[in-house]
């Protein structure tokens, strides 16, 4: 049996990823596990509307608070809070009051506006 070399194993500091990037709405992958992508974001201002058909979101409130808006009512979420969005729900994530971190979860290579056309596309950090 053949000894394979174990992948390089280390731990991720948010708050270092997080002082890396500015930019708003632009998902950063810092980690990845079986296919899915450990994301973070900075959030200001709006979203826009849209929905993933082929998967859940989830999102985990780092600092700040999130609106995250569905067509049929609204949740308020602050740091240490989390929800998962159910695939095929149409939602519209908001920062209104400040900048908001976030971590996402998301099947690698998914849009972040749920249509690529329209997507900031998702890029390692």
């Known amino acids: 049996m053949k000894n394979r070399s174990a992948p390089a194993i280390s731990k991720v ?36 509307w849209h929905s993933h058909t082929d998967s859940d979101e989830l999102f985990l409130i780092v600092s700040g608070t999130l609106t995250m808006e569905f067509r049929d009512h609204t949740q308020t979420l602050s740091a240490g809070e989390m929800i998962v969005v159910p695939r095929g729900v149409e939602h519209r994530p908001r920062a209104l009051d400040g900048e908001v ?11 972040n506006t749920g249509n690529h056309a329209t997507a900031t596309a998702a890029v390692e950090l």
Request: with cysteine; glycine share 2%; hydrophobic share 40%.
């Open 13 to 48: 500091s948010l708050a270092d990823k997080f002082a890396q990037f500015c930019e708003h709405w632009s998902p950063k992958i810092v980690a990845r596990y079986n296919d899915n992508e450990v994301r973070l974001a900075k959030a200001e201002g709006d979203f826009q």
């Open 101 to 111: 971190q976030m971590l996402i979860i998301d099947p690698k290579d998914t849009a």
